[in-house]
C-alpha cells in the first residue's frame, strides 16, 4: 500500500529535505502541503521546487483533508502553530508525525489520550536523526552511574525554541535514574542571571545559538576525577530524513501517542 503524506512547513529548510524524501520513496505519496499563508497553488510555484512538483498547497488543514486524503501529516513547522495542527489531524483520522518541539506536559497528555480515543497512530521527536536518539540514550545509561550532569545544545541563529526539544527529552530520560539534586556549591551565586543555564531537577542545561550551526549536543557526566562526554552533531538535515522515512511508517501501524524515536528503532 502506497502511503499518502502531507507535509507541513514544506517551504523551511527541514521541510524541503523531506518533500525531497518522499518524492523519491516509491512506497510512498506526497499528495498535498500545509502553509501558513498564501504562497500558490502548488510546490513548483514557491519557486522552491522543481516545476514537475505539482503537489497542491492549502493554508487550511481541513479542506486539504477534503481534498487530498493523506494518510499522514508530517509537521516541521513551528511551536506556534503545532499543538493545533496536531490536535486537529487527529481529530479528523490523519496520523501526525512531528518533528517540531514546543510541547507543553499538558499539551502531549492531552493529544496522548485523543490518540487512544480516537485510535488514531501519533509519532512525535523531538529528534528524527538515530545517532542523536542513541545519544540519549547512552546518556540516560551513563547517568545511573555518574549522576552529576550539564547538557549544553547548540542549533542554528533561526530556532525558536530554547532549551531544544532533544536537550528536554535528554534530560526527562536521565531522571527517570538521578536523584533530584543540586549541582555546584551549595553557596554558589549568578554575578550574571542564566550564567548557570535551565535548571531541571538540579541538572543544568545550556542553548547556544549560532549562525553556521544545525544541530549539536554534548552531555557532560562528571566524577571524582573523572569526566564522560557523549556528543552527537547533526551537519545537515538529511541526517533526519531516515527517522522521518521510520517515522512515516511506523505510525501506520501504531494506534497510540509515541514520544521519542527511541521507541521505534530497532
Given at each position: 500500500?502506497?502511503?499518502?503524506?502531507?507535509?507541513?512547513?514544506?517551504?523551511?529548510?527541514?521541510?524541503?529535505?523531506?518533500?525531497?524524501?518522499?518524492?523519491?520513496?516509491?512506497?510512498?505519496?506526497?499528495?498535498?502541503?500545509?502553509?501558513?499563508?498564501?504562497?500558490?497553488?502548488?510546490?513548483?510555484?514557491?519557486?522552491?521546487?522543481?516545476?514537475?512538483?505539482?503537489?497542491?498547497?492549502?493554508?487550511?488543514?481541513?479542506?486539504?483533508?477534503?481534498?487530498?486524503?493523506?494518510?499522514?501529516?508530517?509537521?516541521?513547522?513551528?511551536?506556534?502553530?503545532?499543538?493545533?495542527h496536531t490536535k486537529t489531524a487527529l481529530e479528523l483520522k490523519?496520523?501526525?508525525?512531528?518533528?517540531?518541539?514546543?510541547?507543553?506536559?499538558?499539551?502531549?497528555?492531552?493529544?496522548?489520550?485523543?490518540?487512544k480515543d480516537t485510535k488514531v497512530g501519533c509519532i512525535i521527536a523531538p529528534n528524527f536523526a538515530v545517532g542523536a536518539v542513541l545519544m540519549m540514550k547512552f546518556a540516560e545509561q551513563a547517568a545511573k552511574y555518574l549522576p552529576d550532569v550539564e547538557i549544553i545544545e547548540m542549533h542554528h541563529d533561526q530556532k525558536l525554541d530554547a532549551p531544544s526539544g532533544t536537550a528536554m527529552k535528554t534530560a526527562h530520560l536521565i531522571s527517570a535514574h538521578r536523584p533530584v539534586h543540586e549541582q555546584g556549591h551549595v553557596r554558589e551565586k549568578e554575578t550574571l542571571p542564566g550564567a548557570r543555564g535551565a535548571n531541571y531537577d538540579g541538572m543544568r542545561i545550556h542553548s547556544v545559538r549560532l549562525p553556521g550551526l544545525v544541530a549539536h549536543q554534548q552531555v557532560l557526566l562528571g566524577g571524582k576525577g573523572q569526566l564522560l562526554t557523549v556528543r552527537h552533531d547533526s551537519f545537515n538535515r538529511g541526517s533526519f530524513m531516515s527517522g522521518i522515512v521510520l517515522s512515516i511508517n511506523t505510525v501506520m501501524e501504531t494506534e497510540e501517542l509515541i514520544y521519542g524515536l527511541e521507541h521505534i528503532i530497532r
Open positions: 500500500m502506497t502511503i499518502r503524506v502531507a507535509i507541513a512547513g514544506a517551504r523551511g529548510k527541514m521541510g524541503q529535505e523531506a518533500v525531497h524524501t518522499v518524492m523519491k520513496n516509491t512506497d510512498m505519496e506526497l499528495v498535498a502541503a500545509l502553509d501558513y499563508k498564501e504562497i500558490g497553488a502548488t510546490l513548483a510555484e514557491t519557486g522552491l521546487f522543481p516545476e514537475g512538483y505539482t503537489v497542491p498547497v492549502f493554508t487550511d488543514l481541513n479542506k486539504l483533508h477534503a481534498q487530498t486524503r493523506p494518510d499522514v501529516l508530517v509537521d516541521l513547522t513551528s511551536p506556534e502553530s503545532v499543538y493545533t490523519i496520523r501526525p508525525v512531528v518533528g517540531t518541539t514546543g510541547f507543553s506536559d499538558e499539551e502531549l497528555e492531552e493529544l496522548a489520550q485523543l490518540a
